[in-house]
């Protein structure tokens, strides 16, 4: 008896008795009847009814070596109050899918996350999303060579594995052009002195904005802010300028929490005084700030969604490219933009 079937009966012999191919019994009995006919799908179930066909699932998971499982391995990712929204999307998509999420957070820690991918290995998962808490550019472990596998917020060194990350100059782009859309033309940025991929895309989306706009990039308006708004220093050297800007565009939010400060230690108000828009909307900062932080959102519970989505598509055999998939990344109007001030 062929594994999966009762009494005798192959799905196989459903389909010769169907005059269909095996694979195309095989997606219909699985319920994947998109590209059928109606004639063609309840030709082949009323044969697999007729044959009493009953598709046995626990020997089917081991004829495919399905586990069900999908593993997530991140540095730090899910210990991140607001990148829980990628472990919600990826979990909506794979319970869709009908698999179950096993998520391991290694902390950074090498020793452990090779531990870990060995352990989801031998326990033949049917895939695994390889995340990262920052954009980065990785290299992939040898080890996921042996199952499929795709990158969340990650990019790898080498072409062959698809992953998502956010289009960061894109949403600076969006950020800049809002402040730009308020009457700026005098516009910060303060910069992270992280050399991270999202540092230079930002940078480089904010700049080529400016100059889009016809406003000559100035490389005096960017200030690094090494301690990302710990210290008001950084805002400060901005705003002692003799042209200070009207606006500060902020890599992050943690970085216009240190622009807030240096605005109100000058008496100054936001927005009449200066407008200010962040970056990754972190509500644990932006909702806490007075006035509340306008700010980009990092689609972070679409890049779970997308990622699983597409590991789907690869557990299942599907011949897809390696694609590295960027999402837009919105913006999130709140109380600290307006118009320069002076503004008639």
């Given at each position: 008896?062929?594994?999966?079937?009762?009494?005798?009966?192959?799905?196989r012999d459903v389909a010769a008795a169907s005059?269909?191919?095996?694979?195309?019994?095989?997606?219909?009995?699985?319920?994947?009847?998109?590209?059928?006919?109606?004639?063609?799908?309840?030709?082949?179930?009323?044969?697999?009814?007729?044959?009493?066909?009953?598709?046995?699932?626990?020997?089917?998971?081991?004829?495919?070596?399905?586990?069900?499982?999908?593993?997530?391995?991140?540095?730090?990712?899910?210990?991140?109050p607001f990148a829980g929204a990628t472990i919600?999307?990826?979990?909506?998509?794979?319970?869709?899918?009908?698999?179950?999420?096993?998520?391991?957070?290694?902390?950074?820690?090498?020793?452990?996350?090779?531990?870990?991918?060995?352990?989801?290995?031998?326990?033949?998962?049917?895939?695994?999303?390889?995340?990262?808490?920052?954009?980065?550019?990785?290299?992939?472990?040898?080890?996921?060579?042996?199952?499929?596998?795709?990158?969340?917020?990650?990019?790898?060194?080498?072409?062959?594995?698809?992953?998502?990350?956010?289009?960061?100059?894109?949403?600076?782009?969006?950020?800049?052009?809002?402040?730009?859309?308020?009457?700026?033309?005098?516009?910060?940025?303060?910069?992270?002195?992280?050399?991270?991929?999202?540092?230079?895309?930002?940078?480089?989306?904010?700049?080529?904005?400016?100059?889009?706009?016809?406003?000559?990039?100035?490389?005096?308006?960017?200030?690094?802010?090494?301690?990302?708004?710990?210290?008001?220093?950084?805002?400060?050297?901005?705003?002692?300028?003799?042209?200070?800007?009207?606006?500060?565009?902020?890599?992050?939010?943690?970085?216009?929490?240190?622009?807030?400060?240096?605005?109100?230690?000058?008496?100054?108000?936001?927005?009449?005084?200066?407008?200010?828009?962040?970056?990754?909307?972190?509500?644990?900062?932006?909702?806490?700030?007075?006035?509340?932080?306008?700010?980009?959102?990092?689609?972070?519970?679409?890049?779970?969604?997308?990622?699983?989505?597409?590991?789907?598509?690869?557990?299942?055999?599907?011949?897809?490219?390696?694609?590295?998939?960027?999402?837009?990344?919105?913006?999130?109007?709140?109380?600290?933009?307006?118009?320069?001030?002076?503004?008639?």
């Amino acid at each position: 008896m062929t594994p999966g079937a009762r009494s005798g009966v192959s799905l196989r012999d459903v389909a010769a008795a169907s005059g269909v191919s095996r694979t195309t019994a095989s997606l219909i009995m699985n319920g994947k009847t998109d590209g059928f006919s109606p004639t063609t799908v309840d030709r082949v179930r009323r044969v697999a009814a007729d044959l009493h066909y009953r598709p046995n699932a626990v020997a089917r998971s081991l004829r495919r070596q399905r586990t069900h499982t999908v593993g997530v391995v991140s540095d730090e990712i899910a210990t991140t109050p607001f990148a829980g929204a990628t472990i919600r999307g990826a979990q909506e998509a794979a319970w869709k899918a009908g698999h179950v999420l096993v998520v391991i957070d290694t902390e950074g820690d090498l020793e452990f996350e090779r531990a870990a991918l060995g352990a989801l290995l031998e326990r033949q998962v049917d895939g695994i999303l390889y995340a990262r808490m920052k954009h980065l550019l990785i290299e992939v472990p040898a080890e996921l060579a042996e199952v499929p596998t795709v990158l969340l917020n990650a990019r790898a060194s080498t072409p062959e594995y698809a992953g998502v990350a956010p289009d960061e100059e894109g949403g600076a782009r969006t950020a800049v052009g809002r402040l730009l859309a308020a009457g700026h033309r005098r516009i910060g940025y303060l910069q992270s002195g992280d050399p991270v991929p999202a540092a230079r895309e930002r940078l480089e989306g904010y700049r080529q904005t400016l100059l889009e706009a016809g406003i000559a990039y100035d490389p005096a308006l960017v200030v690094v802010d090494p301690l990302e708004g710990v210290s008001p220093e950084p805002a400060l050297r901005l705003l002692a300028m003799p042209q200070p800007p009207t606006a500060i565009f902020c890599f992050n939010d943690r970085i216009a929490f240190g622009a807030y400060n240096a605005a109100h230690r000058l008496g100054w108000s936001i927005p009449d005084d200066l407008s200010v828009i962040g970056f990754d909307n972190d509500e644990t900062v932006a909702l806490r700030l007075d006035p509340s932080l306008t700010t980009i959102e990092l689609p972070h519970y679409e890049m779970g969604r997308w990622a699983m989505e597409h590991l789907e598509q690869l557990i299942q055999g599907e011949d897809v490219e390696p694609v590295k998939h960027r999402l837009a990344c919105p913006l999130v109007e709140r109380g600290s933009l307006g118009p320069p001030r002076g503004s008639p």
